[in-house]
């Protein structure tokens, strides 16, 4: 069970940025006030699976962490999952 919870998560997030590179020039180029074509197909799987990908680490995946992890633990999961959320990462933060 667990080998499959972490081959899905990691599976779900390589698809997830691989979608996420196909539409970041456009999204750059949106962002600037510039003219560009997003693929609505493309958009649509990002949100659609990162919802569902994020209820699955909420209902699956941190439980069975709180059961298997001690409070220092599930700290060190929590600041993780926070610090790759980041624009910029602070290599001297841990």
Known sequence: MRN????????EHRQIEAWWRDI????????KGKEASLDKKIVEQIVTQYAAHALFEEAVFLPLSA??????????LGLSLHIRHQDHFIPAYI
């Open 24 to 31: 970041e020039p456009a999204l750059k180029k949106l962002a």
């Open 67 to 76: 059961r298997l992890l001690d409070k220092n633990g599930m700290s060190a």
């Open 4 to 11: 499959y919870i972490i081959d899905r998560l990691t599976n």
